[in-house]
């Protein structure tokens, strides 16, 4: 069995990554049967913040959204064009349940931690995107993401005792700046392989993209 390495670059407050996610997902299940045996995709998660200057912990959607867009209706409008977008790819947005637009740097941190526990933050990165836009969780909430680290099968005591430090903080910092370095200004981004494109792009578009990083790996 051969690896592809996929970078996926994102924020978990990033409506089209949460999509891309699940775009992903079903790519890999369109893959050919035979492709499928032949290949493990080897995943990292590396941080981009689409708000890093925001409070701590969070602040007021609404006023988030009229400050950023003008006027709330129009945000509405907005929310609504994602709602339908993600229907096809089972992404689902529960707009009225989030109140809060949180600063993310803790759920990063988070992923990061979990990456380095037991190699894999697949599961963590899908309950924080979940938490968010079906469940209006505050992810500036370290209980809120001790909650959801401990759903993704991760020690709660182990999880809220890493949330009240500062450790992944610097890495965290650090991978954002090598994401910038290498050209990534907007999320989500993709890197399979030699294969890269930004934006959650259509599932076939994703499935053609695994299928060469698969051939390539043969070649």
Request: hydrophobic share 40%; charged share 30%; net charge negative.
């Amino acid at each position: 069995m051969k690896t592809i390495p996929v970078t996926i670059t994102s924020d978990f407050i990033c409506p089209w990554c949460f999509i891309g996610e699940r775009r992903l997902a079903r790519a890999v299940a369109h893959l050919s049967e035979d492709l499928r045996e032949e290949i493990r995709l080897e995943i990292s998660w590396r941080p981009f913040e689409l708000n890093p200057n925001i409070p701590a912990d969070g602040i007021d959607r609404r006023a988030y959204r009229v400050a950023k867009f003008g006027s709330w209706e129009y945000s509405q409008r907005l929310d609504a064009q994602v709602v339908e977008a993600g229907k096809k790819d089972g992404a689902v947005f529960n707009y009225d349940r989030i109140s809060r637009t949180p600063n993310t740097r803790r759920a990063h941190r988070l992923v990061w931690w979990a990456m380095r526990e037991r190699g894999n933050a697949d599961s963590v990165v899908d309950r924080l995107f979940e938490a968010y836009f079906i469940e209006g969780r505050d992810l500036s909430s370290p209980a809120e993401l001790t909650g959801i680290a401990e759903n993704a099968g991760l020690p709660r005591d182990a999880a809220a005792g890493f949330l009240a430090s500062d450790e992944g903080t610097d890495q965290v910092i650090a991978a954002e700046t090598e994401a910038y370095r290498s050209g990534v200004h907007g999320v989500p981004d993709f890197r399979m392989g030699l294969i890269g494109f930004s934006g959650a792009q259509p599932m076939e578009i994703m499935t053609e993209a695994l299928r060469r990083a698969g051939l390539n790996r043969f070649a």
